[in-house]
């Protein structure tokens, strides 16, 4: 069973900063796209941001861009969300999304989820 496990999420104020984490179950994952979507409540599931398995490509949501940041390390399997000036409109559950070629922006087209991580920003 493949895993992937997010950690992070909290609750912050406005204009502050959390990092996410998603470690993959498998070494396999370093050769597998990742990336982030989120959902807040009454809204569907929508990009985040996405890296590519050699870390070469990554697209971000305009929503994020300049606020947030990407990374990944291959040698542990796991990706990274810097999340800086937070709004109160980033409050969403994030998740960590894995695929064997892309992660595009539709959800629909995703391997492998994980189980999610809460972020709350405060006004």
């Known amino acids: 069973q493949v895993q992937l496990v997010e950690s992070g999420g909290g609750l912050v104020q406005a204009g502050g900063s959390l990092r996410l984490s998603c470690a993959a179950s498998?070494?396999?994952?370093?050769?597998?796209?990742m990336g982030w979507f989120r959902q807040a409540p009454g809204k569907e599931r929508e990009f985040v941001v996405s890296?590519?398995?050699?870390?070469?490509?990554?697209d971000y949501a305009d929503s994020v861009k300049g606020r947030f940041t990407i990374s990944r390390d291959n040698a542990k399997v796991t990706v990274y969300l810097q999340m800086n000036n937070l709004k109160p409109e980033d409050t969403a559950v994030y998740y960590c999304a894995a695929d064997s070629t892309r992660v595009g922006s539709s959800p629909s087209d995703i391997d492998y989820w994980g189980q999610g991580t809460q972020v709350t920003v405060s006004s």
């Open positions: 890296i590519s398995w050699s870390g070469g490509r990554i």
């Open positions: 498998r070494r396999t994952f370093r050769n597998y796209a």
